[in-house]
């Protein structure tokens, strides 16, 4: 079922466990994912990019992709759709299609631009039942194998974004989006500390969950990270296995290059990686639906 999750995810909080975002490709990454959480009965976050919903045909179609699974599946653990580093525009695109989330990232916006904005997106969420997650400071990333380890959130500027209102807050300490380098120094849990501190209750969202330690997501966990986002681990899981088949020669079997075929490694894969970090999360099975 599609929902809100905030009532969810103020209880992870509470409780010191978190809710995985499992950013979706295709039809087949939507289903495989939902799958595993209605078996583990666990709650999950659908992340989608601006590129790939463009890439899937559209905020439209991918909603209406995932509201057809949720049917036809009889997915009744509860889900919601978020928008993942969206732009301004992109996140209003977004809830006119029907997504129950959105992260506005105006974190490389000065902090006055990106505090105007995100208010003008949690007052347009807001009335539809939405919610709206935000960032301060910069995740970093990795792209053509040079590192940028972006910026580190200031806990002033994390009030500032809170008091608009925000659902959820990303704040940069460290993490980075992609395959982290080998001389990377983690997660900066002074500066979590600080920011914990200043925000209160409200869920934080820790970005760049696939290159960070078991060890440094449990402790984020418990110093309130109540969302995890997962991507590149998956994307890197689902390639490998496919190029196994191939390298296999499996395709060239009677029926092996069908898609249903070719695909099951990498889908199978999907599976096992998000069983997993449900447990690392420590996800809490949903008895009560009144908390949705």
């Known amino acids: 079922m599609l929902t809100d999750m905030k009532g969810i995810l103020s209880n992870a909080v509470k409780k010191k466990y978190a809710i995985g975002l499992f950013n979706i490709m295709n039809l087949e990454w939507t289903k495989a994912i939902l799958e595993v959480h209605q078996e583990k009965n666990t709650p999950v976050i659908l992340g989608v990019s601006e590129k790939t919903a463009k890439y899937m045909g559209g905020y439209n179609t991918v909603f209406s992709t995932v509201a057809g699974l949720i049917k036809d599946l009889s997915i009744n653990t509860p889900v919601t759709l978020m928008l993942d580093h969206g ?4 996140c209003q695109n977004a809830l006119d299609a029907g997504f129950t989330s ?6 490389e916006l000065p902090i006055e631009e990106n505090v105007r904005l995100t208010s003008d997106i949690v007052k347009r969420a807001h009335k539809q039942g939405a919610l709206v997650e935000a960032e301060v400071g910069i995740v970093g990333i990795v792209k053509d194998s040079i590192v940028n380890y972006g910026k ?6 994390c009030i500032q974004i809170i008091e608009t209102g925000v659902d959820i807050l990303s704040a940069g300490i460290g993490n980075i989006h992609g395959i982290y380098p080998d001389d990377w120094n983690g997660l900066s849990f002074d500066v979590l500390s600080d920011i914990k501190k200043a925000v209160g209750h409200l869920p934080m969202a820790l970005h760049g969950g696939s290159g960070i330690s078991d060890k440094e997501i449990k402790k984020a ?3 309130g990270i109540a969302k995890v986002n997962v991507s590149t681990e998956l994307q890197i899981g689902f390639t490998k296995s496919i190029r196994k088949y191939i390298e296999e020669k499996k395709d060239l079997t009677e029926k092996g290059s069908d898609p249903r075929h070719l695909l099951k490694p990498g889908i ?10 449900i447990q690392l999360f420590g996800t809490q099975q949903i008895s009560h639906p009144k908390i949705c």
């Open 87 to 90: 732009s301004y525009e992109a």
């Open 152 to 157: 580190i959130a200031s806990p002033k500027e």
């Open 221 to 223: 966990i418990s110093w």
């Open 102 to 107: 959105v992260m506005f990232d105006g974190s």
């Open 268 to 277: 199978s894969t999907i599976k096992s990686i998000v069983a997993k970090k």
